[in-house]
């Protein structure tokens, strides 16, 4: 039985996404681990850079191009998949819980009738048994769930689970593969990418991050948030229910569905640190809330929480740096 690992390469516009690094990580462990070999999967057209950059963290980078490859394609990234991993029977193979995982790993693991272990945060092998550890109810609980004896398992995780594995002086393989014959999917064709605007600001290039939450109430307090920004040099951030609201853009938005930040200071106001957010925000170097409610989750992530009305403490915060600051 194989004990390598494949991780599917996400990438757009030439640029590979954050989420492989962070699966390349755990990749790399449970290969050490049971002793198999790291393995990143490559599929598209013009790849040459990217397998490059991927032979510093991996053993070996299969590189399988082909115009019809150009742009993610669900039903013809299965096909290259399914070519491979029947080929080399890989224990797991790892994707993001992202678009790319959600439309293709179920679809995959159907046509191979193999396990699908979806939105994990970890899993490992007991005995010849793979057990998987999801968070359900909303992060409430945390599940172990043993999977049924397969020769290799699909594992999608979620963005910000793992930190990003850096390069190091590994000098991996890179190996070109053949796709199989495309069959063609006259159903689902690729019109164009539409880029989301970009905002103002980017909230995962800053180092400073105030973020609110639904404590903040209405609207018109946001400019409570941004007076505390703007005080000490940070941009605001927010969680789902402010831009459910529309108060704040999408690009805002932490978490989950939203983006992955890793600033050095997150300071989170009237935010409970329900699961979905925490995704987005626990790799920040330092992380302060301030909620009213000492039960509240987000205590559980933060090195430092004060348990208090956030409309005390706020202005008191930007009184006190002020203060700092005129000395
Ligand atoms: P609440 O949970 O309502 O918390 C408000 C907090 O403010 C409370 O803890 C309260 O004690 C505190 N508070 C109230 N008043 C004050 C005050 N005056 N001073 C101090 N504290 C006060 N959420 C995200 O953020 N990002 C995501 O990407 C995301 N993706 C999701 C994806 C899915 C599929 C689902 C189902 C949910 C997702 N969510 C996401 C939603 C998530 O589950 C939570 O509902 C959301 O994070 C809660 O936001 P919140 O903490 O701002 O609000």
Redesign the pocket.
């Known amino acids: 039985m194989s004990r390598d690992v494949f991780v599917l390469v996400e990438h757009r516009q030439g640029v590979i996404r954050d989420i492989t690094f962070e699966l390349l990580a755990k990749g790399r462990q449970l290969a050490n681990g049971y002793g198999g070999s790291l393995w990143a999967i490559l599929i598209g057209a013009d790849l040459e850079a990217m397998a490059e950059s991927l032979r510093q963290v991996v053993d070996k980078a299969v590189v399988v191009e082909a115009p019809r490859l150009c742009h993610f394609h669900s039903d013809y990234y299965q096909q290259v998949l399914a070519t491979l991993l029947q080929e080399h029977r890989p224990l797991f193979t790892l994707m993001g819980h992202t678009s790319y995982g959600w439309e293709l790993a179920p679809c995959l693991g159907a046509a191979l009738g193999i396990p699908l272990a979806p939105g994990c945060i970890d899993i490992w092998l007991e005995g010849e048994l793979a057990v998987c550890k999801r968070m359900v109810y909303?992060?409430k609980i945390v599940g172990e769930y043993s999977l049924r004896p397969s020769w290799g398992y699909l594992v999608t995780f979620p963005a910000g689970t793992f930190p990003a594995a850096a390069p190091s002086a590994q000098a991996g393989l890179i190996i070109r593969q053949q796709p199989p014959q495309l069959e063609e999917i006259a159903e689902k064709v690729f019109v164009r990418l539409m880029e989301s605007p970009a905002g103002e600001v980017d909230i995962c290039q800053s180092q400073k991050i105030v973020a609110?939450?639904?404590?903040i109430?209405e609207r018109e307090h946001l400019r409570l948030a941004e007076e505390l920004a703007k005080t000490i040099g940070a941009v605001v951030a927010?969680?789902?229910?402010?831009v459910d609201a529309g108060w704040l853009p999408k690009d805002r938005?932490?978490?989950?569905?939203?983006k992955t930040v890793r600033p050095k200071l997150y300071l989170a106001?009237?935010?409970?640190?329900?699961?979905?957010?925490v995704?987005?925000m626990k790799g920040a170097e330092t992380i302060i809330a301030?909620?009213?409610?000492p039960n509240?989750p987000?205590f559980s992530v933060a090195h430092y929480g004060v348990v208090?009305?956030?409309?005390k403490?706020v202005p008191a915060l930007i009184t006190t740096v002020q203060g700092m600051q005129a000395k």
Request: proline share 2%; with cysteine; charged share 20%.
């Open positions: 909303g992060g609110v939450g639904r404590g109430r927010c969680s789902r229910p402010i938005q932490v978490g989950s569905s939203g106001l009237g935010i409970s640190g329900d699961f979905q957010h995704m987005g301030i909620n009213k409610d509240a987000i208090d009305d956030l409309f403490v």
